[in-house]
């Protein structure tokens, strides 16, 4: 069974940084290309970052203005995606998941809350 945990969020000043990691299990990890998504009140939840298998080279593409204070990256031997984020904004304001891209309707996992605020 597909498995993903995501962890790491919580409140932070704009400017501020944050690491999110996402644990999987119930696959052969290596094999799947991983992305994170996120999610506001009303809105559809949208792709923010992607790193492919290990067998393309582990590359990395972003959405937006996240390419430049974003790195998605990934650990093999621990099977997590980290997303580490800095110069964060308010906007950034959502529910972190993470999931295989393309993403798998049953694999999401309840996500990280992370919140940009004075």
């Known amino acids: 069974q597909v498995q993903l945990v995501e962890s790491g969020g919580g409140l932070v000043q704009p400017g501020g940084s944050l690491k999110l990691s996402c644990a999987a299990s119930?696959?052969?990890?290596?094999?799947?290309?991983i992305a994170w998504y996120r999610q506001t009140p009303g809105k559809e939840r949208e792709f923010v970052a992607l790193?492919?298998?290990?067998?393309?080279?582990?590359?990395?593409n972003y959405a937006g203005s996240e390419r430049d204070r974003f790195t998605i990256s990934r650990d093999n031997a621990k099977r997590t995606v980290y997303l580490e984020m800095n110069s964060l904004k308010p906007e950034d304001t959502a529910v972190y998941y993470c999931?295989?891209?393309?993403?798998?309707?049953?694999?999401w996992g309840q996500g990280t809350q992370v919140t940009v605020s004075s």
């Open positions: 999931n295989q891209f393309p993403p798998q309707r049953n694999s």
């Open positions: 119930g696959f052969t990890f290596n094999d799947y290309h």
């Open positions: 790193i492919t298998n290990t067998y393309t080279g582990s590359t990395t």
